[in-house]
Nanobody, 116 residues
Framework: QVQLVESGGGLVQPGGSLRLACAAS????????MSWYRQAPGKERELVAS????????NYADSMKGRFTISRDNTKNAVYLQMNSLKPEDTAVYYC?????????WGQGTQVTVSS
């Protein structure tokens, strides 16, 4: 079965950085694009970034452009999210996502808290 496991979240001060990782299994990883979403308390889940199968094209939500970088390593079945210049409003649970034949698969999420 499809499995996505996020890691790398934690507590960081404003302006700091974190690198999230998502380990994927149960499907042909290199055949599908991947995405990161996040959900803050009281907010709907929102798209953070996406990346195509080979990593050649990436897309970001406006608030993340210039600060976040999505990447993937198809030899490791892993997708990453490098987060820099973090702000308190970035506080959320971050989820790895794979869309496979119009089905959405999610990891368990990893908590990112940005606070002084």
């Amino acid at each position: 079965q499809v499995q996505l496991v996020e890691s790398g979240g934690g507590l960081v001060q404003p302006g700091g950085s974190l690198r999230l990782a998502c380990a994927a299994s149960g499907f042909t990883f290199s055949s599908y694009g991947m995405s990161w979403y996040r959900q803050a308390p009281g907010k709907e889940r929102e798209l953070v970034a996406s990346i195509t199968r080979t990593g050649g094209t990436t897309n970001y939500a406006d608030s993340m452009k210039g600060r976040f970088t999505i990447s993937r390593d198809n030899t490791k079945n892993a997708v990453y999210l490098q987060m820099n210049s973090l702000k308190p409003e970035d506080t959320a649970v971050y989820y790895c996502n794979a869309r496979i034949y119009n089905l959405y698969y999610w990891g368990q999420g990893t908590q990112v808290t940005v606070s002084s």
